[in-house]
């Protein structure tokens, strides 16, 4: 059955408190892999898009790697606006369906 | 500028109702989703639609129905069969999965 986890389920840093998420995922013809951040009670926003082990993302303070089974958000020296829940997504078959993880909720304090 | 409107942002449903969810997109995309999240679990796909006229059904699609009668439009009703439709309801499109899905702002359903 195809799964994704991601953990922690919450964290909490200090402003410049560097850190890392997680997704692993078991999955059957990935057909990418998806991060995605959400504020509360607002839709989720694109962030990044891994196909291939090996590769690496950056957006800002963020940085995206894959691996065979598993996916890492890099957060470099935080800061309270990177408060928020990140989720993570695989493609999986026709139709450009995303499966989505239940999220890592971070919260970045002074 | 171009994005996806979801409408209302709230929505109260009294037992036995249907209710209809609207999403509007001007983002010329073909394809069309609809995903539920509740607390403490991943978003769950609905429906989803790649093409006007077509769409099929997700993994949670009892008690749900969809149209794409136009290719902005991909309305959501939550029929009376739906037994637990309290949810945080999201709509998102895509051109392409290497862009990413644009998702609206949400719709929160409460039965009352």
């Known amino acids: 059955e195809d799964q994704v986890t991601q953990s922690p389920e919450a964290l909490r840093l200090q402003e410049g408190e560097s850190s890392s998420l997680n997704c692993s995922y078991t999955?059957?013809?990935?057909?990418?892999l998806f991060w995605y951040r959400q504020d509360p009670g607002k839709g989720p926003e694109f962030l990044f898009t891994?196909?291939?082990a090996g590769e690496e993302k950056e957006k800002e303070r963020l940085k995206a790697t894959l691996t065979k089974k598993e996916s890492f958000l890099h957060i470099t020296a935080p800061k309270p606006e990177d408060s928020a829940t990140y989720l993570c997504?695989?493609?999986?078959?026709?139709?450009?369906?995303?499966?989505f993880g239940t999220g890592t909720q971070l919260k970045v304090e002074l | 500028d171009g994005g996806i409107t979801q409408s209302p942002k709230y929505l109260f449903r009294k037992e036995g109702q249907n209710v209809t969810l609207s999403c509007e997109q001007n983002?010329?995309?073909?394809?069309m989703y609809w995903y539920r999240q509740d607390p403490g679990q991943g978003l769950r796909l609905i429906y989803y639609?790649?093409?006007?006229?077509?769409?099929q059904k997700g993994d949670i699609a009892e008690g749900y129905s969809v149209s794409r009668e136009k290719k902005e439009s991909f309305p959501l009703t939550v029929t009376s069969a739906q037994k637990n439709p309290t949810a945080f309801y999201l709509c998102?499109?895509?051109?392409?999965?290497?862009?990413?899905?644009?998702f609206g702002s949400g719709t929160r359903l409460t039965v009352v």
């Open positions: 997504a695989v493609g999986l078959g026709g139709g450009n369906k995303l499966t």
């Open positions: 983002l010329n995309h073909d394809a």
């Open positions: 998102a499109s895509t051109l392409g999965t290497a862009n990413g899905y644009t």
């Open positions: 891994l196909y291939s």
């Open positions: 999955v059957s013809g990935l057909r990418g």
């Open positions: 639609s790649q093409i006007v006229n077509d769409f």
